[in-house]
């Protein structure tokens, strides 16, 4: 950034902590402790809050608005006294210019409210990130909790790494995971469904918040995001495991999908996208996960194309 766009990015954070933040009611009534943080923007002391030593899995959320910030699988120990994580949610954090002129501020993307500061280049994680967040800004629910609030969707478009890079990209997407389903194996190793005989494709599963995002949004991103024409392939990888398919998890999600085929097929798409029931989900190897980001690559075999108006 030249200084004039530094100037232009404090100036903005300025107006930011100055423009007044309108409750909505569906937020949480904040406590005074918890108003010194998340509004005025205060600290909580070093080793008090109950999140700095707490390693359960789960997510944590905004104690203000409730949306989801953190996954506990970026959290690590960092001894400075906050909880500390290494990424966030993607689009669920905003980074601003502090007003002391030297460090970022983190806040909510929904609500604004204060979060803590992000510090890069400690080497503490290979992601080289620490988002310092204060435990009182936040709440945190476990896996159970999320499964009851977090909804699922699973997409087969190709080659999982493009199609996870896109959805993980969207607001109000809390993780997608690169998978295999629809084939007869357990647990399927990646050369087993490369072979093209277990039956299995390439597929993600996404995990959202249908508070922040609906089903129709990503299945419709889903089409624009892969070749939805293309018969047991996707641009350069060839095979029945890479065909376009959709697995729905209820009724609500087959009619979204099928008033979505319609419009494309209104509009001259042949689509070949098969819409079957989900059956089971299997994780894929740990480096298929987040292979665009972790290599900081883009992605070579898809590209978003608007198909719908
Ligand atoms: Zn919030």
Request: aromatic share 12%; glycine share 8%.
């Amino acid at each position: 950034m030249d200084t004039r766009q530094i100037l232009m990015a404090m100036m903005s954070a300025a107006m930011l902590a100055n423009a007044e933040v309108t409750m909505k009611k569906e937020w949480r009534e904040l406590t005074k402790a918890e108003e010194r943080v998340i509004v005025d923007k205060g600290t909580e002391p070093p080793r008090t809050g109950k999140f700095d030593k707490f390693f359960e899995s789960g997510f944590y959320t905004c104690r203000r608005c409730a949306a989801v910030l953190y996954r506990s699988d970026n959290k690590f120990d960092s001894a400075c006294g906050w909880p500390a994580f290494d990424d966030a949610v993607y689009g669920a954090v905003k980074q601003v210019p502090d007003a002391d002129g030297r460090r970022t501020e983190i806040l909510c993307n929904n609500c604004g409210g204060h979060l803590g500061h992000v510090f890069v280049g400690e080497r503490l994680t290979p992601a080289n990130t620490r988002h310092c967040v204060n435990s009182i800004s936040m709440d945190f629910i476990s896996q159970e909790a999320a499964a009851e609030r977090l909804k699922k969707a699973v997409f087969a478009g190709g080659c999982f790494w493009g199609v996870e890079y896109y959805l993980q990209q969207m607001p109000g997407v809390i993780a997608v995971i690169s998978g295999y389903t629809g084939g007869r194996k357990a647990n399927p190793t990646y050369e087993e469904v490369c072979s093209g005989r277990s039956g299995h494709i390439e597929a993600v599963e996404v995990l959202y918040d249908p508070a922040l995002i609906n089903y129709a949004a990503l299945a419709k991103r889903f089409f624009e995001i892969h070749d939805p024409t293309q018969v047991d392939r996707q641009g350069p990888d060839k095979g029945e495991q890479y065909k376009s398919a959709i697995f729905y998890a209820d009724e609500e999600q087959k009619k979204i999908v099928e008033a979505l085929i319609g419009q494309l097929k209104a509009r001259q798409y042949k689509v070949v996208t098969e819409l079957k029931a989900l059956s089971v989900f299997y994780p894929a190897e740990l480096y298929h996960q987040d292979y665009y980001f972790k290599n900081k690559k883009t992605p070579f075999c898809h590209s978003p194309v608007s198909r719908f108006e």
